[in-house]
């Protein structure tokens, strides 16, 4: 298994509505192509305007198949399209779980 973490900074003011947007539209689309979701959480100490979404796959090919999915939809091609300017930077990481780890 490995974890997709994506970090996004939203520029200041656009949080409460990007995440609305997300709930309402880009959450759905994800939900029918990439499956496995641990959750999206926001900042509260530290960095602050972010917002973090954390997919689990089987593998980096689970990840790339999946994704390739959800691109060619047209409900997330329409998504996208409502986010420009929304973010002002964007880090993903792909995590392994150590042997020890409770997800695995």
Do not use: C
Not at 14 to 25: I, K, V
Not at 62 to 76: G, S, Y
Not at 88 to 100: D, V
């Amino acid at each position: 298994m490995i974890l997709d973490h994506r970090t996004y900074t939203v520029k200041h003011g656009l949080m409460e509505d990007y995440l609305m947007r997300f709930e309402r539209d880009g959450l759905p689309v994800q939900l029918r192509h990439l499956g496995n979701y641990i959750g999206s959480f926001t900042s509260d100490i530290g960095p602050q305007n972010q917002v973090v979404h954390i997919w689990a796959y089987e593998d980096i090919a689970d990840r790339e198949t999946r994704r390739a999915a959800m691109l060619a939809d047209p409900d997330w091609q329409t998504f996208v399209v409502a986010n420009r300017g929304t973010f002002s930077a964007q880090e993903n990481k792909i995590l392994k779980p150590t042997s020890f780890s409770a997800l695995r």
